[in-house]
């Protein structure tokens, strides 16, 4: 028997270290949960992503009341920005949340689909994604999405 140790390094940075395209994208993220649709859960996420050409495109979760059939932030903006600009990759995503009054306290991370469908959008492009974790306390930064996904599962393994 042997035995894989798999870690991942997380930057922790305090917001005012961030540098002013991060803060710009953690602003448009945080303003974004003004937008989402949350009656059943009251959890408001923004995301925004930078693109290849610059453009910033943000969403929120959208929820239903078949819970199943809504959709997570992240999985909204990428969607989104996929398909209105399907030439560009996603250079960086950040994501907050807002509940009970504030921002959360604690980062909010992606979900696990949310992670697979973000590794796709990177392979997609052929290029790593900078993830931005918002959180009152800071802000925790990998810079792929497969740092948070270890031992995902993508198109490699279709060939
Ligand atoms: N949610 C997101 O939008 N993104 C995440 O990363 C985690 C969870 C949403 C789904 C649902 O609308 C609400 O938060 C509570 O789970």
């Known amino acids: 028997m042997k ?5 991942t390094k997380i930057a922790v940075y305090p917001l005012e270290e961030c540098s002013e395209a991060e803060k ?3 602003e448009a993220a945080k303003s974004a949960t003004e937008r ?4 059943y859960s009251g959890f408001s996420v923004g995301s925004a992503v930078l693109l290849g050409n610059g453009e910033i495109v943000s969403g929120s979760n ?3 009341a078949a819970y199943p059939s809504g959709l997570c932030a992240e999985r909204t903006t990428v969607f989104y920005a996929n398909s209105s600009f399907p030439e560009e990759k996603v250079v960086a995503i950040a994501v907050a949340a807002f ?3 504030a921002f959360t306290s604690d980062v909010i991370t992606p979900c696990g689909a949310c992670r697979q469908v973000l590794l796709e959008t990177e392979n997609r492009f052929h290029s790593p994604m900078r993830v931005l974790m918002y959180s009152e306390k800071g802000v925790y930064v990998v810079n792929s999405i497969k ?3 270890p031992l995902s599962f993508g198109d490699e393994m279709l060939k």
């Not at 035995?3 to 870690?7: F, G, T, V």
């Not at 989402?36 to 009656?39: G, K, R, S």
Request: glycine letters at 4%; zero cysteines.
């Open 62 to 64: 959208q929820e239903n």
């Open 147 to 149: 740092d948070l996904l």
């Open 36 to 39: 989402a649709y949350v009656p």
């Open 99 to 101: 509940h009970k009054g």
């Open 24 to 26: 710009k994208l953690i």
């Open 3 to 7: 035995e894989i140790n798999l870690s």
